[in-house]
């Protein structure tokens, strides 16, 4: 058996018999981890709510033969109360988490992917900060990371590098001239956006209100994830009511 210190966001848990809870967290140094809670669903339980999904906490685990490994000491780094507090927030950090659980490896660990989660939660979580594309813009980065990101600065068919980019086909993963289009539509102002928010503006983007075609933008960001995962994100589509 051996003792493991990590720092991680809990992604989900879910109940194993009438006390213990078992919990998934995508961590620093061992990737995503399952582990055991014991007692954790008790009203005594002195880990009480520090185990709870968008949580940043840091672990001290047990590690032995078997799969899981047990819970021996939380204590919390940041909780998100702004986030819990509003339901559109709720939803958006949801469906990032699910992004994660997705995409990260158990007992193989991707920094980049958990230090994107962890400054996006810090977004969201923040009152000051409009929040409709935090979750879009989570998506496009999760792509770009995952060796994904879209193509938009040549037609994604026949690499033309001066006409108009119009449309955007997820197939080919990138956006289309007049003559090639096919997929959906694209605006200037979506396609605008789309290289902003991956060509190292997301701040500014993220700072103010929502710009033209963020509507737009987040509906793409969505589907390719989507289409990524091959799986839909359950929070985004709860929301949607599709």
Known sequence: MSLLRDDGVVLRTYRLGEADRIIVVMTAEHGKVRAVAKGVRKTASKFGSRLEPMTHVALLLWKGRGDLATVNQVEVIERHWNIREDLDRMNAGLAMLEVVDQVSQEDHADPAVLETLVK?????????????????????????????????????????????????????????????????????????????????????????????????????????????LDRRLRAVRSVAGL
């Not at 040549?154 to 119009?166: F, I, K, N, Q, T």
């Not at 701040?203 to 589907?223: D, F, M, S």
């Open 120 to 228: 996006a939660l810090r977004v969201l979580d923040d009152p000051a900060r409009e929040h409709a594309l935090v979750a879009p813009s989570f998506f496009l980065r999760v792509l770009e990371l995952e060796g994904a990101s879209p193509l938009l600065d040549v037609c994604a068919s026949c690499g033309d590098d001066e006409a108009p980019l119009v449309a955007f086909d997820f197939s080919l993963g990138g956006a289309l001239c007049r003559t090639c289009r096919r997929g959906r539509p694209l605006s200037p102002e979506a396609l605008e956006l789309l290289r902003r928010i991956l060509g190292g503006d997301l701040g500014a983007v993220l700072g103010g209100p929502p710009p033209p075609g963020a509507a737009e933008v987040a509906e793409l960001a969505t589907e390719a994830v989507e289409i990524h």
